[in-house]
């Protein structure tokens, strides 16, 4: 099992960017491939960007496709999502989700452990 912990949410202006960060402790982040997802209000948690275990390939959602780029550092047992060109619709609770796969699901089902979640709020 592996514990996450997401970090770098906030509030920030439309057009603005901000890096989120995902510390892993336990087994390592390298073992497998990592997901980002997130849940606005009222709405059910969707996929956001996912990342093989040897950082290969890299796969987005359609909204985001462009603006966001997901990486990984697996000296540091860390994942990033660098989110470039925010708009107010990107506004939700974000979250990071790790699997034994080395492959990059877009499913929250292929996900075994997940983080506390942090929050973005884009103003517009």
């Known amino acids: 099992q592996v514990q996450l912990v997401e970090s770098g949410g906030g509030l920030v202006q439309a057009g603005g960017s901000l890096r989120l960060s995902c510390a892993a402790s336990?087994?390592?982040?390298?073992?497998?491939?990592v997901g980002w997802f997130r849940q606005a209000p009222g709405k059910e948690r969707e996929f956001v960007a996912a990342i093989s275990r040897n950082g290969f390939i890299r796969t987005y959602a359609d909204s985001v496709k462009g603006r966001f780029t997901i990486s990984r550092d697996n000296v540091k047992n860390t994942v990033y999502l660098e989110m470039n060109s925010l708009k107010a619709e990107d506004t939700a609770v974000y979250y990071c989700a790790a699997r034994t796969s080395p492959v990059a699901g877009k499913s929250e089902d292929d996900y075994d452990d997940w983080g506390q979640g942090t929050q973005v709020t884009v103003s517009s």
């Open positions: 336990g087994r390592t982040l390298s073992s497998g491939a």
